[in-house]
């Protein structure tokens, strides 16, 4: 694979200028590592002028390629209108809405940046609603970087369930207080974590698909039977799935409506948006009108 100088001056300054030589996402190892010109649908271009074909594809939300001509278009016209408000505007109450026509639980949308700010904030959410502090979380389910997401993400195997071990360094250890974990697809177990600690839970937070590994027939209806009957709310990360799975996410694909949802990639298209969608009492916590100052998130 041919390399010219511009592309090992970059490659050099990328380890200089970023731990890792990273953006914090993935590195290929010396020999193999390039630093990316641009992009057309399906493909990226090297500085060398090399073509690869892109199945990271942004870790998920070119979903209709890079440079999509009506995309661009679109983004063209709408920049020169101003960048950004920090109040109400056209685009935003109209995709509010797209959004609210194609999720089952979406009767309100709070935007956020990030996949890990809509995680974050749905847990918040949660306890803000209940009044409740602990979260249950399944083991190896990915919900952004923020400190709950990284429980158990990757853990050494050596803590019985539902003992949460950080995945990170940098978590305070208070925060494994407020966090249970269970295998995914074990409802079983889930159901006895439930039965023993519902009063203490405000959500159970689980990705439909998470990852590569399906759920099991029954276990996500499970999941939503469960939560309503010990009066805990259920959670989906759509990051992943929402749009993808189905127009409506996996809660339409799978028939299971979950009380709040976190979405994000493919909604911004490429852009940094995501957005926590749910019922609209439970998304009141974010209106001081409505609620107690005890339940209110700025």
Do not use: W
């Not at 950080?166 to 925060?175: C, F, Q, W």
């Amino acid at each position: 694979m041919k390399r010219n100088n511009e592309e090992f001056n970059l490659l050099e300054a990328a380890d200089r200028v970023f731990p890792g030589g990273s953006l914090g996402n993935i590195r290929l190892e010396e020999g193999y590592d390039f630093v990316v010109d641009s992009g057309s649908g399906s493909h990226i271009r090297d500085i060398s002028g090399n073509h690869y074909i892109d199945y990271l594809l942004g870790s998920g939300p070119m979903v209709l390629g890079h440079a999509h001509p009506l995309v661009v278009d679109a983004v063209t016209e709408v920049v020169k209108k101003g960048s950004t408000f920090f109040t109400q505007n056209r685009y935003a109450i109209q995709l509010a809405e797209e959004i609210i026509k194609a999720m089952p639980c979406a009767e309100q949308v709070r935007y956020v940046s990030s996949g890990t700010e809509a995680t974050y904030n749905a847990l918040k959410v949660a306890r803000a609603y209940t009044g409740r502090d602990k979260i249950l979380k399944f083991e190896g389910g990915f919900h952004g970087m923020h400190d709950y997401s990284q429980m158990s993400l990757s853990p050494s195997g050596n803590l019985p369930f539902p003992d949460p071990e950080p995945s990170s360094a940098g978590i305070p250890k208070v925060i494994a207080e407020t966090v249970l974990v269970a295998p995914y697809n074990d409802l079983i177990y889930v159901a006895e974590l439930l039965e023993r600690h519902h009063n203490e839970i405000a959500a159970v937070i689980v990705e439909p698909v998470q990852r590569i590994i399906e759920p099991q027939p029954g276990f996500l209806a499970g999941l939503r039977e469960l939560t309503r009957k010990y009066d805990v709310l259920l959670v989906f990360d759509e990051i992943v799935t929402g749009f993808r799975l189905a127009y409506g996410g996996a809660q339409a694909y799978y028939n299971v409506v979950p009380d709040l949802a976190a979405i994000g990639k493919i909604v911004g298209g490429g852009y940094p948006l995501a957005a926590v969608v749910g019922k609209e009492e439970i998304m009141a916590t974010y209106d001081q009108k409505s609620v107690n100052p005890s339940q209110y998130i700025p």
